[in-house]
């Protein structure tokens, strides 16, 4: 953590009429706190730029001048900081209530009305500093976390140098046949790391919504706009981890019935929010649309990076356009496509009219880490992740480009052809605490992951028994002790979470099983992995998400 100067915990102080600027410095100097005196609102803005711990502000100050670069300035902060600012106001309230409208306009203001004791200004200035410090040490928690990132990135590109030199070997064979060796080959590389990387996360994210719980019962200060930044933060990583899965075709995929016209719709705002003014959308939803079986989570993102992509390929402006549509694939078309099979599909298509693709790079477009534009800007993931959602989920994905103008990316998903269930209504019946006697086993080979489990758990008044392993939680099973619920990791070393489970339901026939994994190989698809009374969530998890869960699966029978 890096050491604080007296520049970042200074006071700068503006009171140009009478002795209240000499007064408050020489109060903050017999209390030993340091700070300058600024003479007007320009000098107090330039010596902003060089750091402060606060300000000290006459509201007198700040009227009838031009307030645009001090608004200027707070407005830039980084999203660390909040920068604390004491107001001095004149007794009787007529003078706070007419200043009270800069509280809106300069965020986190503090009134103090004079004539004022040294010992309030004291104290306010020493809670303010305390903030500010809180704040430089969140800065310092999100450096160590860029610094992780860029240690991450280096390692993707070992591995991409690694998948160069393997795919090497493979140019003799048919496209389609070094793409899929060569999706294997990453995968098993990226698996590793994405598991490892999805516990860090899970560890990050856990403890920042666990501070954020004793917060609300008034356990510590205000810290609830640094806790959502550092579970921002943590998020974004997490997001690369999941690109990592969604290419090698390894991620936990959910399929149902989706009704992607009705999703399009729902991203409408969203989508436009994510272009230019000088892009014009073009919705052309072709209906009455079948319906199609796929994650519709994954298909969001999908469609998201899609959008994304054409928007960085028209600088300049122009049209982009989202298109569906119902086809049939013929044994003539999916021959060339090796495990597509013939049949229905829904075809969702992305269109720009942007700069296009050249031939020489048209091919390798779908190949990870492989991208066009410039370092910092594209991890080269994007359209990899497309390309194994889609083949992980029975469908396939087509590109076409002609260079100067534009690209269009198909999206393929197979056709739903079971019964479409009604949805159930939430229970609103669903307690958030545990009932007496409820207890929960927890195995999971990850100090960080299950402390933070257990501790949920505590907080939401379950009993609890700990495993690291499945040779651990196995007698446990095989005891008297009640157990409502196991939650298991599915990457447990020796034996699997999913074997475990099969071993428990043979003691235990009634025995509701509730997954978690960053990675798993044999969890890839949920479909014939879950058996009924099982459900499974992936890390990096929200707690929020585990409650619901823990209590569904216990009041719910099955």
Same mark, same amino acid.
């Given at each position: 953590?890096?050491?604080?100067?007296?520049?970042?915990?200074?006071?700068?102080?503006?009171? *140009?009429?009478?002795?209240?600027?000499?007064?408050?410095?020489?109060?903050?100097?017999?209390?030993?706190?340091?700070?300058?005196?600024?003479?007007?609102?320009?000098?107090?803005?330039?010596?902003?730029?060089?750091?402060?711990?606060?300000?000290?502000?006459?509201?007198?100050?700040?009227?009838?001048?031009?307030?645009?670069?001090?608004?200027?300035?707070?407005?830039?902060?980084?999203?660390?900081?909040?920068?604390?600012?004491?107001?001095?106001?004149?007794?009787?309230?007529?003078?706070?209530?007419?200043?009270?409208?800069?509280?809106?306009?300069?965020?986190?203001?503090?009134?103090?009305?004079?004539?004022?004791?040294?010992?309030?200004?004291?104290?306010?200035?020493?809670?303010?500093?305390?903030?500010?410090?809180?704040?430089?040490?969140?800065?310092?928690?999100?450096?160590?976390?860029?610094?992780?990132?860029?240690?991450?990135?280096?390692?993707?590109?070992?591995?991409?140098?690694?998948?160069?030199?393997?795919?090497?070997?493979?140019?003799?064979?048919?496209?389609?046949?070094?793409?899929?060796?060569?999706?294997?080959?990453?995968?098993?590389?990226?698996?590793?790391?994405?598991?490892?990387?999805?516990?860090?996360?899970?560890?990050?994210?856990?403890?920042?919504?666990?501070?954020?719980?004793?917060?609300?019962?008034?356990?510590?200060?205000?810290?609830?706009?640094?806790?959502?930044?550092?579970?921002?933060?943590?998020?974004?990583?997490?997001?690369?981890?999941?690109?990592?899965?969604?290419?090698?075709?390894?991620?936990?995929?959910?399929?149902?019935?989706?009704?992607?016209?009705?999703?399009?719709?729902?991203?409408?705002?969203?989508?436009?929010?994510?272009?230019?003014? !000088?892009?014009?959308?073009?919705?052309?939803?072709?209906?009455?649309?079948?319906?199609?079986?796929?994650?519709?989570?994954?298909?969001? !993102?999908?469609?998201?990076?899609?959008?994304?992509?054409?928007?960085?390929?028209?600088?300049?402006?122009? =049209?982009?356009?989202?298109?569906?549509?119902?086809?049939?694939?013929?044994?003539?078309?999916?021959?060339?496509?090796?495990?597509?099979?013939?049949?229905?599909?829904?075809?969702?298509?992305?269109?720009?009219?942007?700069?296009?693709?050249?031939? !020489?790079?048209?091919?390798?477009?779908?190949?990870?880490?492989?991208?066009?534009?410039?370092?910092?800007?594209?991890?080269?993931?994007?359209?990899?992740?497309?390309?194994?959602?889609?083949?992980?989920?029975?469908?396939?994905?087509?590109?076409?480009?002609?260079?100067?103008?534009?690209?269009?990316?198909?999206?393929?998903?197979?056709?739903?052809?079971?019964?479409?269930?009604?949805?159930?209504?939430?229970?609103?019946?669903?307690?958030?605490?545990?009932?007496?006697?409820?207890?929960?086993?927890? @195995?999971?080979?990850?100090?960080?992951?299950?402390?933070?489990? !257990?501790?949920?758990?505590?907080?939401?008044?379950?009993?609890?028994?700990?495993? @690291?392993?499945?040779?651990?939680?196995?007698?446990?099973?095989?005891?008297?002790?009640?157990?409502?619920?196991?939650?298991?990791?599915?990457?447990?070393?020796?034996?699997?979470?999913?074997?475990?489970?099969?071993?428990?339901?043979?003691?235990?026939?009634?025995?509701?099983?509730?997954?978690?994994?960053?990675?798993?190989?044999?969890?890839?698809?949920?479909?014939?992995?879950?058996?009924?009374?099982?459900?499974?969530?992936?890390? *990096?998890?929200?707690?929020?998400?585990?409650?619901?869960?823990? =209590?569904?699966?216990?009041?719910?029978?099955?």
């Amino acid at each position: 953590m890096t050491s604080l100067s007296p520049v970042s915990e200074r006071a700068i102080i503006l009171a *140009p009429v009478g002795r209240d600027s000499s007064l408050a410095l020489m109060m903050l100097n017999e209390a030993g706190y340091g700070g300058i005196v600024a003479p007007h609102l320009s000098a107090l803005c330039e010596a902003l730029e060089h750091g402060a711990g606060l300000l000290v502000i006459a509201a007198e100050a700040l009227r009838g001048v031009d307030l645009e670069p001090l608004l200027e300035y707070l407005h830039q902060q980084p999203a660390w900081s909040d920068l604390p600012i004491v107001l001095l106001t004149h007794h009787g309230g007529t003078e706070q209530n007419g200043s009270s409208h800069l509280s809106g306009l300069l965020g986190n203001v503090t009134f103090l009305e004079r004539p004022f004791h040294p010992v309030t200004l004291i104290s306010l200035v020493s809670t303010a500093l305390r903030g500010r410090r809180r704040q430089y040490e969140a800065r310092d928690r999100l450096v160590d976390l860029s610094e992780s990132e860029q240690r991450l990135q280096s390692t993707l590109e070992t591995l991409e140098q690694q998948v160069e030199e393997r795919t090497a070997q493979l140019r003799s064979n048919e496209d389609a046949l070094r793409q899929s060796q060569k999706m294997e080959a990453v995968g098993q590389l990226t698996g590793g790391i994405a598991h490892d990387f999805n516990n860090m996360l899970t560890g990050i994210i856990g403890s920042l919504e666990l501070l954020r719980r004793r917060i609300a019962r008034g356990k510590l200060d205000d810290l609830d706009g640094l806790i959502d930044l550092g579970v921002t933060s943590a998020n974004r990583a997490a997001g690369l981890t999941h690109r990592l899965l969604a290419f090698s075709r390894r991620q936990s995929l959910d399929p149902k019935p989706v009704e992607i016209n009705q999703l399009v719709n729902s991203m409408g705002e969203l989508l436009q929010r994510s272009i230019n003014e !000088s892009i014009d959308l073009d919705m052309r939803l072709i209906g009455p649309l079948w319906t199609a079986e796929a994650d519709p989570n994954q298909l969001e !993102s999908a469609l998201l990076n899609l959008v994304l992509n054409a928007r960085d390929a028209m600088p300049g402006g122009g =049209r982009l356009t989202v298109e569906t549509c119902n086809r049939h694939l013929d044994s003539v078309f999916t021959a060339a496509y090796g495990t597509l099979q013939p049949g229905d599909y829904v075809e969702l298509s992305v269109s720009d009219t942007g700069c296009g693709i050249p031939d !020489s790079v048209i091919g390798r477009v779908f190949d990870p880490f492989f991208t066009t534009k410039p370092i910092g800007q594209g991890t080269g993931l994007g359209l990899s992740m497309i390309y194994g959602f889609a083949r992980q989920s029975r469908g396939h994905v087509t590109i076409h480009s002609e260079v100067g103008k534009g690209t269009t990316v198909s999206l393929f998903l197979p056709r739903f052809a079971g019964e479409i269930a009604a949805q159930e209504a939430n229970n609103p019946t669903l307690l958030p605490y545990a009932n007496a006697g409820e207890t929960v086993l927890i @195995v999971e080979d990850d100090p960080a992951v299950r402390v933070l489990v !257990s501790a949920v758990l505590k907080e939401l008044g379950y009993g609890f028994v700990e495993a @690291v392993d499945a040779v651990t939680a196995v007698p446990i099973i095989e005891s008297e002790q009640r157990i409502d619920l196991m939650i298991s990791d599915v990457g447990l070393p020796g034996m699997n979470g999913r074997q475990l489970a099969e071993i428990g339901r043979q003691i235990r026939p009634g025995l509701k099983v509730l997954f978690i994994t960053g990675y798993a190989e044999h969890a890839a698809v949920r479909g014939g992995f879950l058996d009924p009374g099982m459900q499974l969530i992936t890390k *990096p998890f929200t707690f929020d998400l585990l409650t619901a869960k823990v =209590r569904e699966m216990i009041q719910v029978n099955y």
